[in-house]
């Protein structure tokens, strides 16, 4: 019996469709967890990330672009879409990272601290839109690093 499942699990891997292992697709699904438990976000990360339209910028391990628009109020997630690179929106921040780090964050049992880590070490880069943006950015993340310190 366990063979016939095993078999089977390989059948409907292998048929799945390839957008399965699309990034923009993993994340899309991912996005009712999250928002299951954005209370739970730390209150500096709320301030950083909690009301913005944001441009999500990825880069594929196949080298090309994706682009996202996500929009958050209240540190929930209210829209999620793939754009096309020209497409117009006022984002009031620009977040780059490439797949592999996207997909770290994905499988980690703490996703929340792998983010953190991952913006700390470069590998995720947030740069925001005009000039209150660039401000709240600036103090949210001092804050985030004070917060830190403490081991908050």
Do not use: H, W
Request: proline share 3%; no cysteine.
């Amino acid at each position: 019996m366990k063979k016939i499942i095993t078999i089977l699990a390989l059948f409907l891997m292998i048929s799945m469709p390839m957008a399965s292992a699309d990034i923009v697709s993993d994340l899309d699904n991912r996005v009712d967890e999250y928002n299951e438990n954005a209370e739970y976000v730390p209150s500096y990360l709320q301030s950083l990330l909690g009301n913005e339209v944001i441009k999500l910028v990825i880069v594929t391990d196949e080298g090309d672009e994706r682009y996202i628009k996500a929009v958050t109020e209240d540190s929930y997630i209210t829209t999620f879409e793939e754009v096309d690179e020209d497409t117009e929106f006022d984002a009031s921040m620009v977040v780059g990272l490439n797949e592999a780090t996207a997909r770290t964050i994905l499988s980690s049992s703490d996703p929340l601290n792998e983010f953190i880590a991952a913006k700390d070490n470069g590998e995720i880069v947030i740069e925001p839109v005009g000039l209150i943006n660039t401000v709240k950015y600036t103090v949210a993340n001092v804050v985030m690093q004070v917060s830190s310190l403490f081991g908050f």
